[in-house]
């Protein structure tokens, strides 16, 4: 069993920055692959960042490309999610992700890819 805590959210205007952590406990933290996703009210939950086990593979959301940056650090047990130049549309309730990944360059951008989930923080952006 994997624990996820996210931490660093909160209330920040448009062009602000936020930098999201998640403490992840249970598993070898360099066994997991990682992600970031966000549900805003009325919508989806939807892909914001992965990252590789060994952290040397990310992506990113067309949407939030060159603004949000993902890492890990694996001696922490610790990933990241830099965000900045934030717009009101990326307010939403942000999740940490686990998935027990076979393969340590490998990431993944589907929900149902991971196992283990965080109970999220809320960004808000206001304009």
């Known amino acids: 069993q994997v624990q996820l805590v996210e931490s660093g959210g909160g209330l920040v205007q448009a062009g602000g920055s936020l930098r999201l952590s998640c403490a992840a406990s249970?598993?070898?933290?360099?066994?997991?692959?990682m992600g970031w996703f966000r549900q805003a009210p009325g919508k989806e939950r939807e892909f914001v960042a992965a990252?590789?086990?060994?952290?040397?593979?990310?992506d990113a959301a067309d949407s939030v490309k060159g603004r949000f940056t993902i890492s890990r650090d694996n001696a922490k047990n610790v990933v990241y999610l830099e965000m900045n130049s934030l717009k009101p549309e990326d307010t939403a309730v942000y999740y940490c992700?686990?998935?027990?990944?076979?393969?340590?360059?490998?990431?993944?951008?589907?929900?149902?890819?991971?196992?283990?989930w965080g109970q999220g923080t809320q960004v808000t952006v206001s304009s």
């Open positions: 249970g598993r070898t933290f360099s066994s997991l692959a």
């Open positions: 992700a686990a998935h027990q990944a076979p393969r340590s360059n490998d990431y993944y951008i589907m929900p149902r890819s991971y196992e283990y």
């Open positions: 990252i590789s086990r060994s952290g040397s593979n990310t």
